[in-house]
């Protein structure tokens, strides 16, 4: 059973910083495709950064190119999401997400991954 818990989230002012930790149990992060997807009240699920299982290949949606780095520590089986510059936009409850055979062009659509995480709560205060 694949289980991915996620850490790091919190209150943070605009402009600071946060580091978001997905720890992956059941299964090996050689083998999927890890993303990051975020969901604020009123709104659809929306992609945010993903990393393919060599680790070669990125994705970012538009809003947090040059702010968010999705990283992973095959090592460890954890994915890390690392959040700067942050606006109030970004609040938000982020959720991590993985899969394996994920092709690029689905890398960002939640439909493509099979193992969600419960999420966790960033708050930008500004």
């Known amino acids: 059973q694949v289980q991915l818990v996620e850490s790091g989230g919190g209150l943070v002012q605009a402009g600071g910083s946060l580091r978001l930790s997905c720890s992956v149990t059941g299964r090996s992060l050689r083998e999927l495709t890890l993303g990051w997807f975020r969901q604020s009240p009123g709104r659809e699920r929306e992609f945010v950064a993903a990393?393919?299982?060599?680790?070669?290949?990125?994705r970012y949606a538009e809003s947090v190119k040059g702010r968010f780095t999705i990283s992973k520590e095959n090592a460890r089986n954890t994915g890390y999401l690392q959040l700067n510059s942050l606006k109030s936009e970004d609040t938000a409850v982020y959720y991590c997400?993985?899969?394996?055979?994920?092709?690029?062009?689905?890398?960002?659509?939640?439909?493509?991954?099979?193992?969600w995480g419960q999420g966790t709560q960033v708050t930008v205060s500004s």
């Open positions: 990393i393919r299982a060599t680790g070669g290949t990125t």
């Open positions: 997400s993985a899969g394996s055979g994920i092709i690029l062009s689905s890398m960002t659509s939640s439909s493509a991954y099979s193992y």
